[in-house]
């Protein structure tokens, strides 16, 4: 994995999809992607009894995303990322949701850079690995470019060198987390202007985008592009990211070809205790678009549940598609 490349297209953190299951299935389209965890409290790592930060070592390059707004906690789960093998730390300041307001965590923190600074040098201090924010355009009446700028600046100044930018702004309180990312209008400019005033930063794009073509677009004005629900509704687009924005000479993976890579994955998670359907929900929508995917969807929908469901589920949803 080149350096400079890093970032260029990755898919985005999101609460209950990008489990490590589904990170797998993603990297069998792309080789170059860089893959987020979901959200992981820093609660969730110092006091769970379950490990949140295992992964399977086909998923690099690979980031943890971590909530949380105390330094101290944030350095301890930046070192413990670290030692398990993550490629980069990434601090969310961009959720709406209630539950990470009350927990002092998410959007809420851009309203306070200072203390976002502080979180940022003391993980950085601790790690060699990079340490990015992933945040918003502006939050509630604090949506000035001004406020952006001076957001970034804070934040720079306490060294962090990468952005990816939800070009939306949240609202705190009035919008649910889904209307929050479909009802503020996007505003793409912003995030250009905020490369072009800040050329020596890592600038990644986020929010809306749904094609090959538009990434292109974005990667004319900015460092990387970053894509959420569709790469995961409609995986089959991760299979033309290679090619298109890392390697002309790379193959585009067919959806067919990433679920026959697969096949092993899952033979060895199913033999570790897995069901099925925590490894197959996340490949409902790969056939998005072709012949028989209906079905594929159905079938899987129908039958992964099932206790004892076994490899042989995929493979009979997978003889239903053109």
Not at 71 to 79: D, I, K, N, S, V
Not at 167 to 177: E, F, N, Q, Y
Request: aromatic share 10%; net charge neutral; charged share 20%.
């Amino acid at each position: 994995m080149k350096t400079h490349s890093r970032g260029r297209f990755s898919v985005a953190p999101m609460l209950d999809w990008t489990t490590r299951h589904c990170r797998y299935f993603h990297r069998q389209f792309s080789q170059h992607a860089l893959l987020y965890t979901e959200m992981i409290t820093t609660g969730a790592i110092i006091h769970a009894k379950y490990d949140h930060l295992l992964y399977d070592p086909g998923e690099h390059p690979l980031a943890l995303q971590l909530g949380g707004s105390d330094p101290a906690q944030l350095q301890l789960c930046a070192q413990k990322a670290e030692q398990y093998g993550y490629d980069e730390i990434n601090l969310n300041v961009g959720c709406p949701s209630d539950r990470v307001q009350n927990g002092f965590f998410g959007a809420c923190l851009m309203a306070k850079a200072d203390l976002v600074a502080e979180c940022i040098a003391k993980m950085q201090s601790a790690v060699s690995i990079p340490v990015t924010v992933k945040t918003r355009i502006g939050i509630d009446e604090f949506d000035s470019y001004a406020f952006l700028y001076d957001f970034v600046q804070t934040l720079a100044d306490a060294g962090c060198q990468a952005f990816i930018i939800h070009a939306r702004k949240a609202w705190l309180s009035g919008l649910s987390p889904k209307q929050n990312r479909e009802i503020p209008p996007l505003d793409y400019q912003r995030v250009y202007q905020l490369k072009r005033d800040f050329p020596q930063l890592s600038i990644m794009i986020n929010g809306g985008i749904k094609t090959v073509d538009e990434m292109q677009q974005h990667l004319q004005f900015v460092d990387g592009v970053m894509v959420g629900r569709e790469a995961y509704q409609n995986p089959s687009l991760l299979g033309y990211v290679d090619q298109a924005l890392f390697d002309p000479q790379s193959a585009v993976v067919t959806p067919r070809q990433a679920v026959e890579k697969m096949l092993p994955y899952i033979e060895k998670e199913l033999h570790a205790g897995t069901h099925l359907n925590h490894i197959s929900r996340h490949m409902v929508g790969a056939f998005q678009g072709c012949k028989g995917a209906k079905q594929w969807r159905r079938y899987l929908s129908e039958n992964a549940h099932k206790p004892n469901a076994g490899i042989e589920v995929v493979q009979t949803a997978l003889s239903f598609v053109d």
